[in-house]
């Protein structure tokens, strides 16, 4: 550390200075310094001066029932996103049960009409067919079946 | 003596603890679903986070609609949130960013100026109070810095008003706004040359605040 930093890089560090933004070195060349040097302790004194002046700047007044409307804005973001949830659950609650029925009356067709139930050229127990089949009326009516009960809940909802 | 008064108040680690603690304990709360916790934490933070909000975007109505969608954000992510970070950072960080996201959409720091009080100073001022000329003149430095400060770019007013007002470190000002610790410094340092310039201009001849 064998240079020795001028006045002028000195005065560039006082708004800092007064920021408490320097490190701990800095800070005492600084003040090395500024005892030598009047011009600096002045400056130093504006800038400080600047500092305590922005710590004491007036707040400004919070806006009336701003918590109140934030909470509110909250209640009723909380409530769409368990709506969200609860749709989505029972989408899937609804599609899996649906499923679930759609391969236990694909066994019992097997078994009752011994594999073989030939409609339009298309033998409607065979595997893949009745898939194809169950799958679309699965989701058709797991959708409708979500939607008509998250609309009952959310009229019950508004009903409270 | 400045420079030692300086230091002392930085090196102070007292002054929030036992706001943070609060904090922490709300923030548990909240993870485990009380539904009161979240009211009083913006209960806890809503003075200092509108402040931020306001000086940040200027407009009343803008600040106003940021702060709700902050606390949207904070229910939203609360589960996410890492408890050894420290969470007022982290909220100002949320309320940065999704101002950073609304000047996006209005393409630039162009809100009307806007005074935050339409009332006279003299009318706070109760008649015959001894102190009142020294708070009036106070008010008033007040009200030029501030008018002052409004006329800085929205990175110098968002340092000064994160150092100054939520005295903030310069590492959690850095968290806040997502940049290097040399920026912030860089922007703390032009932010108040811009400052005094603008008190110069307003008040020419004057030394001092």
New interface residues.
């Given amino acids: 550390m064998s240079e020795h930093p001028s006045h002028a890089s000195f005065a560039a560090l006082l708004p800092l200075a007064a920021a408490g933004a320097l490190d701990i070195h800095q800070q005492r060349s600084l003040e090395e310094h500024a005892r030598e040097c009047e011009a600096c302790r002045r400056e130093l004194e504006i800038w400080s001066g600047y500092s305590q002046a922005l710590r004491r700047l007036p707040p400004p007044a919070i806006p009336a029932q701003l918590m109140e409307r934030t909470r509110r804005r909250l209640v009723q973001e909380h409530a769409a996103a368990a709506d969200r949830r609860w749709d989505e659950l029972m989408l899937g609650a609804l599609a899996l049960f649906a499923w679930t029925v759609g391969l236990t009356f694909w066994f019992v067709a097997r078994l009752v009409t011994g594999g073989e139930l030939v409609v339009m050229g298309a033998n409607l127990v065979r595997f893949g067919t009745w898939t194809a089949g169950s799958t679309v009326l699965v989701w058709l009516t797991a959708a409708v079946a979500a939607l008509a009960l998250g609309r009952r809940r959310r009229e019950f909802r508004r009903a409270l | 003596m400045?420079?030692?008064a300086?230091?002392n108040?930085?090196m102070n680690p007292e002054m929030n603890r036992e706001a943070l603690d609060g904090a922490q304990d709300a923030i548990v709360r909240m993870r485990r679903g009380d539904p009161d916790a979240?009211?009083a934490l913006?209960?806890r933070y809503?003075?200092r986070l509108?402040?931020y909000l306001?000086r940040l975007v200027r407009e009343?109505a803008a600040a106003?609609d940021l702060?709700?969608q902050t606390?949207?954000r904070v229910?939203e992510k609360i589960g996410r949130y890492d408890a050894s970070r420290n969470f007022e950072s982290w909220l100002f960080s949320v309320a940065h960013n999704l101002a950073v996201d609304a000047w996006r959409g209005q393409r630039g720091d162009n809100l009307a100026e806007a005074d935050?009080?339409s009332q006279p100073p003299s009318e706070r001022l109760p008649s015959g109070d001894p102190g009142a000329l020294e708070r009036l003149l106070?008010?008033e430095?007040?009200?030029a810095?501030?008018a002052c400060?409004h006329q800085l770019p929205a990175i110098h007013r968002e340092v000064?008003t994160l150092?100054?007002?939520e005295?903030m470190k310069?590492e959690e000002i850095a968290e806040v706004a997502g940049v290097p610790l040399s920026t912030v410094?860089s922007r703390?340092?032009r932010a108040?040359?811009g400052?005094?310039a603008a008190m110069d201009t307003r008040i020419p001849g004057r030394?001092?605040?």
């Fill in positions: 400045i420079l030692a300086i230091m108040r930085e979240l009211t913006i209960s809503q003075h509108y402040r306001l009343p106003d702060f709700q606390w949207l229910m935050e009080s106070d008010f430095r007040g009200a810095l501030a400060m000064l150092r100054f007002e005295d310069l410094k703390l340092h108040l040359e400052l005094r030394k001092g605040i």
